[in-house]
């Protein structure tokens, strides 16, 4: 299929943009459909997140290629002693900070964390990226989407990031930012128009369990906001669907299992397949259209 694929690949020659969506560590399936289109050698003309989704889209924006991230990850996040050793290698008034009054759930300050646990190689201002990255954000106040292009990258990506509950806000231009994923969690729609071939990668997963079980409190929270932000993808589909959606398996993981990296990482590896099929497939049809 693949020597397939590059033949229609040099004679059409379409273009190709992605969106990563937002699910906490069920995003690193990301990486995946980075890996896929590096082996492929396809460079996304333009690129859009949605909180993990941003993070790993800034990545493949500034150059790294799917492997450069998994290492990174695998190293960093998906290893216990390093998350401490990170944060505890913050200046003392920037870990105060970081905390906001003490190790209260909510309280975390991802503006101060987050540049602990980025690639060397993600800059800080979108102008240096190699790739136009659009960032979703949500105006608390303002009950509206925001995009980031242009300016503080970093600050962006913490606000897109910033999973309510579990960090705190971060205000751009005197606006008070949350997760992205709330108001757009594949945020496919900012690239219709841009490429011949839109792809959208949808990790935000679904309550899982035997159906009977009574859930705890904070997965009844994260449930629920599952349950609202693929409402949101189910209406968007509906009305302007992108060229590929893929949905790698990643319901029986939390929004925090950043130290099952590994273990999300072999439940989705099924997804490269799948974006090699479905790419086989557009190529083909744009081929005899």
Known sequence: MTQGFETLKKSADPTVAIAFGGGGARGLAHIHVIETLNELGIRPVAIAGSSIGAIMGAGMAAGLTGADIRDHTLATVGRRKEIVNRLWSLRPSSFT???????????FNLERILPAFLPEAIPKDFGELGIPLQIAVTDYYGQAEHVCQSGDLHQALAAS???????????????VMIDGGIYNPVPFDHLMGRADI???????????????????????????????????????????????LLRPEVNRF????????????????????????????????????
Not at 97 to 107: C, D, E, N, P, S
């Open 198 to 244: 839109v792809i959208g990668v949808d990790v935000v997963g679904g309550p899982d369990g035997d159906g009977e079980t009574m859930p705890s409190r904070i997965d009844s929270l994260f449930g629920a906001s599952q349950l609202m932000m693929q409402s949101i993808i189910a209406m968007k589909v509906k009305a302007h669907p992108p060229h590929i």
């Open 254 to 289: 939390r929004v925090m299992d950043f130290l099952k990296a590994q273990e999300v990482l072999t439940a989705t590896a099924a997804v490269k397949d799948q974006l090699k099929t479905a790419l086989d497939a557009a190529f083909s049809a744009r081929a005899r259209g």
């Open 97 to 107: 900070q970081a905390v906001a009054g003490g190790f209260r759930f909510g309280q």
């Open 161 to 175: 990031a910033a999973i309510p509950a579990m960090f705190m806000p971060v205000r751009i231009n005197g606006r």
